[in-house]
């Protein structure tokens, strides 16, 4: 069967599994294991305690080295969006094809399986691993799961592709996104008193300001020629939630914020420098006051950056394969910062544009699937 015909059969396929983030998505992943199983792949399954899974499967030999075809199987919810047709079947109208997470990122998983049998059939010096996982649209959750077990297993793929709608571009590097909430706890009083309670929004306020002053140092820190906009590490107060009248002292405070950081040292700098303001100075001072008093992160949420590698095995890679030269960077934020993390060379390219992604109507274009496919048609021979 022709690699176009198969990869819309698999495509179809996989838009039926309405495998919205937070949602099962075993059957989808059960169907993909079934699917690999007479191509010889040698299917790892890992699970969340939900019964939501990964699969991580290779083909070819069980040896170091090889390349990871990477992409998450969840998708966004359509829950509110106004869609022309239901979204879990796919249709093709005009040489797009429209569903739920054809673009976002069905339709690279599809294609890539397409090939599991040219994969088979190749005399593979170096292996192929698929990684599929899920809960990436709400944290990137499953691919944490899936990349500390490939590194306890010892496993040392030495590149990953991770297929996010990028228009079939090469992207080499994109900034981390990290969500903190910290609550402060105080003791509530009549404002007349001041001296018996414990001012939790004052407290606040000056933790506001000290991640305002840690602020200031971001844009020094930028390597020469960061390609990012901004091309520093950004960091934002967005909420404060606080007090009840005018007359009581708050005994609650809690304090939203969150960095994009451009690098690693970025995120370790700006948590240091409050994590010590906090344990020596405000957090002794309130205590002092009385101590029930308290700081506590109460919500945290850090998904890794890609940080741009010059002497990058992805990006060569991918270069090879595509005939591309150019590399950019993205705003948004994906799996592959965590593979860099797990030691493994990562790069996003993959099909359809990231403009159709989560919105009602959501399509992939033959065109972009058939660049794909050409992509991955020339992985084997980079194998060899
Ligand atoms: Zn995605």
Known sequence: MERMDKTLEILERLIAFPSISSESNRDLIDWIAAYLEPYGARCQITSDTDGKA???????????????????TDVVPVAGQDWSADPFTMREEGGLLYGRGTCDMKGFIAA?????????????????HYAFTYDEEIGC?????????MVKAGLKPSAAIIGEPTSMRIIEGHKGCCEYTTEFTGVEGH?????????????????VSKLMEIRQDLPARAPEGSRFDPPHTTLQICELHSGVAHNVIPNK???GWEMRPIQQSDRDYVRERIESFTRDVLLPEMKAKNPVA???????SEVAGLEPDPDSEAVAIVRA???????????????????????????????GSIEQAHKPDEYVSRDQLAACLEMLGRVAGQLH
Do not use: K, M
């Open 54 to 72: 990964n699969i991580f499967a290779t083909i070819g030999p069980d040896v170091d080295g090889g390349l990871i075809l990477s992409g998450h």
């Open 112 to 128: 890539a399986l397409a090939l599991a049998p040219e994969f088979a059939a190749a005399d593979l010096a170096r292996p192929v």
């Open 141 to 149: 959750l499953g691919a944490r799961v899936l990349v500390d077990e």
């Open 191 to 207: 404002s007349s008193l001041p001296d018996l309670g414990v001012n939790a929004l004052e407290y606040a306020t000056r933790y």
């Open 253 to 255: 405070a809690a304090v």
């Open 294 to 300: 308290n700081i506590e992160e109460i919500f945290a």
């Open 321 to 351: 394969l595509t005939g591309g030269n150019e590399t950019e960077v993205v705003s948004f934020g994906t799996e592959a910062g965590l593979f860099q993390q797990g030691g493994v060379s990562a790069v996003i390219c993959g099909p």
